[in-house]
């Protein structure tokens, strides 16, 4: 039978096939994927092969499909093996804010190289349309501009006052989707409006509780009520960067994988060298210089390999 994985606890696995029917799954044996080592042979988002045990009402998954995307994380104890949190999404989605907390474009950036780099489409969703004030409202339009012109999609929401939901089901519907956002930026409250009955908890009410707790996070795909599936990894905010090397950075920056080709050197960093054709764009307005502040910031604090 085949199925997809919807929830994961590490050793057992929730699988759901064509008919909605879930059966809990386990691994038997070993199962490799080609190329990549990961501490998590199975991830949620799979599709897998699975076959149900004799007199059980349990079943065993013998073999992972092919994955068309995946995000990936460092593996918390062992830090060069990589975590798979996710595989085969449609889309991500990152919530974001201005005010109460504001993120950061260097954060908004960030994520968008690594699904850049994982092949995740992303939808900029902004959060919080509630408490900005004219004035804010203007240089909220400035930063939703910086994204709409290298072609990211903008949502604004109210979550708190049900205000601009449309679209977003739109958005949602019939697409597996992964949920993101920094801290406070109501992504739990998001996700309890779009799915009702569901009850995540927000952080008011976690974070007290959840002090000193280090557990090991999994992501869980939940149904969207008009078709698709939500996916949440609670606990984990950014996407990794990791597997980019310093030379391909460039390429995950869309503005400046459109420039490139005309720096003068054809191996060039985009950071001192004469004739770069990114530095000019940067000097002329071109390229916004809060992307290329995030480029720098990214390059140099990494070896040649993360
Ligand atoms: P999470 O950390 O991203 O899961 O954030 P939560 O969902 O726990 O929300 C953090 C805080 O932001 C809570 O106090 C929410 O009530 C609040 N919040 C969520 N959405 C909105 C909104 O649209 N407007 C305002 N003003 N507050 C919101
Ligand atoms: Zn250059």
């Not at 199925?3 to 606890?9: E, F, L, P, Q, W």
């Not at 068309?68 to 975590?83: A, D, P």
């Not at 990894?233 to 990794?240: H, Y």
């Amino acid at each position: 039978m085949t199925g997809r994985v919807i929830k994961s606890t590490g050793s057992w696995y929730i699988v759901e096939d064509e008919t909605e029917t879930r059966y809990e799954c386990r691994i038997k044996g070993k199962i490799r994927m080609k190329g990549l080592r990961t501490t998590n042979p199975v991830a949620v988002g799979d599709l897998v092969e699975f076959e149900k045990e004799p007199d059980q009402p349990t079943a065993v998954i013998s073999k992972v499909n092919e994955r068309f995307n995946y995000i990936l994380r460092k593996s918390i104890n062992q830090s060069h093996e990589v975590q798979i949190l996710a595989s085969n999404m449609d889309q991500a989605i990152l919530l974001v804010t201005l005010a109460q907390p504001r993120t950061s474009l260097g954060f908004i950036d960030r994520y968008l190289v690594s699904a850049e780099a994982f092949h995740v489409p992303v939808t900029l969703l902004f959060n919080k349309f509630d408490l900005y004030s004219e004035e804010n409202l203007e240089s909220v339009r400035e930063i939703e501009q910086i994204y709409i012109k290298l072609g990211y999609p903008v949502l604004e929401v109210s979550v708190l006052e049900n205000s601009g939901m449309d679209d977003l089901n739109a958005t949602l519907s019939n697409k597996i989707s992964l949920i993101s956002g920094h801290s406070g930026v109501g992504k739990s409250t998001l996700i309890n409006q779009l799915i009702p009955g569901l009850e995540l908890r927000t952080s008011e009410i976690s974070d007290a509780s959840e002090k000193g707790i280090h557990t090991t996070t999994f992501a869980e795909m939940f149904k969207f009520p008009s078709g698709g599936f939500i996916i949440d990894t609670p606990g984990i905010r950014e996407l990794g960067i990791i597997g980019i090397e310093k030379e391909e950075l460039g390429h995950y920056f869309r503005e400046m994988k459109a420039l490139m080709p005309k720096c003068r050197f054809h191996n060039c960093h985009h950071m001192h060298e004469p004739g770069c054709a990114i530095v000019e764009a940067v000097e002329t307005g071109d390229i916004e210089a809060s992307r290329y502040d995030t480029y720098c910031s990214i390059y140099l604090n990494r070896d040649t390999r993360v």
